[in-house]
């Protein structure tokens, strides 16, 4: 092959190289944005997109392109971009991990559990609007995804932490200040009751639990066999 025309296809290939790896950062973006973990740091969110999401893939077809080009390159500059290439990818995917985070939390994540939901016939919809006043009257912490348990016996919602948070110490202090008298508190969970209401709050790995409902139920439905002990805690808090 003359010397022009593999610099050419050198060049075209870099060309290509830099498109894939632009698409890839969007990729990314959009992976991160609807399936990301909120609780990572950005240098965790883009680990794992590299291993468990469309990213690596994107990484090695970008870096199979370009190697190939590096290999034809005729000149210095041309095999500095090649080598360019993959770092500004993977700079780029860091970059936007953050923004894709938060927006994934503004969409599907709320700062306060939500527990009344249309359509419930009574006695359940009553349930949830007193435990729904319970959880408005107390200052949370984590991010609510709106999943989680609601009957008449009280309504349960997970949450999910960004950062290394004393669950049980926010809510030693939110619950006094709310008005609520803690009545347990035993180092692995806080139970609290206020105006014939309980609520209670557990630590989950990366999360938590919390509860509401009338201070005579248990916490959590416990008694009925499938959500005693750790199972409380779902696995993938």
């Excluded at 690596?56 to 971009?81: D, Q």
């Excluded at 016939?121 to 709106?146: K, L």
Aim: net charge negative; glycine share 14%.
């Amino acid at each position: 092959m003359p010397v022009t025309g593999r610099a050419v296809s050198a060049a075209v290939l870099l060309v290509i190289g830099a498109g894939l790896a632009t698409l890839a950062v969007l990729v990314h973006y959009e992976f991160m944005r609807i399936y990301g973990d909120v609780t990572g740091t950005a240098f965790e969110g883009l680990t794992w997109g590299l291993t468990a999401g469309p990213s690596g893939l994107a990484l090695g077809l970008v870096a199979v392109v370009v190697i190939i080009g590096f290999v034809l390159s005729t000149t210095r500059w041309m095999r500095l971009t090649a080598a360019a290439i993959p770092v500004l990818m993977l700079i780029g995917m860091f970059a936007v991990t953050p923004s894709a985070l938060g927006q994934r939390l503004e969409a599907q994540f709320n700062s306060t559990p939500q527990c009344v939901t249309e359509g419930r016939n009574e006695p359940m919809a009553s349930a949830d609007r007193e435990s729904q006043q319970a959880f408005d009257s107390i200052s949370h912490v984590g991010h609510f995804s709106g999943g989680g348990l609601s009957g008449v016996g009280g309504c349960t919602r997970w949450f999910e932490l960004s950062g290394d948070v004393d669950v049980l110490q926010h809510y030693r202090a939110a619950l006094p200040a709310a008005g609520w008298e803690v009545v347990e508190d035993d180092g692995r969970h806080l139970r609290a009751h206020h105006n014939g209401m309980a609520f209670d709050v557990m630590p989950c790995p990366g999360g938590g639990v919390i509860w509401a409902g009338s201070d005579d139920n248990p916490s959590y439905g416990q008694g009925r066999p499938e959500l005693a002990g750790t199972e409380i805690c779902p696995h993938d808090v």
